[in-house]
Each structure stands twice: as structure tokens, then as C-alpha cells.
Nanobody, 126 residues
């Protein structure tokens, strides 16, 4: 079982930056693919980025490309989301997710993950 805990959210002005962190408990962190999703009230949770367990390949949603960077530190059991050039439309609750072995398919979808954190709120003011 993996427990995920996000941190680093807050209030920032448009154009600013935030770095979200997600600390994971449990073993074999390096064998997990990790994703970030976000959700605003009344809308579906949407994919932001993932970093794979094998080789650390990354993939981003269009809204994140060029502005957000996902990374991981296996020694610290932590995944990060560096968010730059933030926009008011980035305001959402951001969730960390993990997919452990045996791995699922479809890491851009909610169903690609079997562990979720409680989320951290990001608010971008104009």
C-alpha cells in the first residue's frame, strides 16, 4: 500500500511559480509511475503530467507543456511538479497519483492509477 501526501500549494500571482511535492510512503517507490492531475469544482479531474517508472520518461498535457516540469527523486520517495508562468486558469486542486506493479496502461487517465493523495490547492490571482 502506498500513501501519498501533496504539499506546496498556495496563492500566487499570475506569472509566478510554485513547486508541488508529493511524498510517498511504502516500498519500491522507483517501480511506480507517478502522475499529477488537477480538478476544479464541478469539473472532471484532468491529467497534467506523468513520469514513468522505467527510464523516467515524461509526458505532459497540452496545458502543461512548456510551463510545467515533472521530476522525481527516488532516494527521497518524492515526485515534484514545477509550475512556471502560472495563469488564473491553472487554479485547481492538484492531486498526485501512483501506479505500481503490475502496471496499468493509460497513464493519462484516472484509471491508470491505483493510489491517490488528498490534493493541494493552487490559486492563481490575476
Amino acid at each position: 500500500q502506498v500513501h501519498l501526501e501533496e504539499s506546496g500549494g498556495g496563492l500566487v500571482q499570475a506569472g509566478g511559480s510554485l513547486r508541488l511535492s508529493c511524498a510517498a510512503s511504502g516500498r519500491s517507490f522507483s517501480s511506480y509511475t507517478l502522475g499529477w492531475f488537477r480538478q476544479v469544482p464541478g469539473k472532471e479531474r484532468e491529467f497534467v503530467a506523468y513520469i514513468s517508472w522505467k527510464g523516467g520518461s515524461t509526458y505532459y498535457a497540452d496545458v502543461a507543456k512548456g510551463r510545467f516540469t515533472i521530476s522525481r527523486d527516488n532516494a527521497k520517495n518524492t515526485v515534484y511538479l514545477q509550475m512556471n508562468s502560472l495563469k488564473p486558469e491553472d487554479t485547481a486542486r492538484y492531486y498526485c497519483a501512483a501506479d505500481g506493479p503490475p502496471h496499468r496502461v493509460g497513464w493519462t487517465a484516472l484509471g491508470g492509477y491505483d493510489h491517490w493523495g488528498q490534493g493541494t490547492q493552487v490559486t492563481v490571482s490575476s
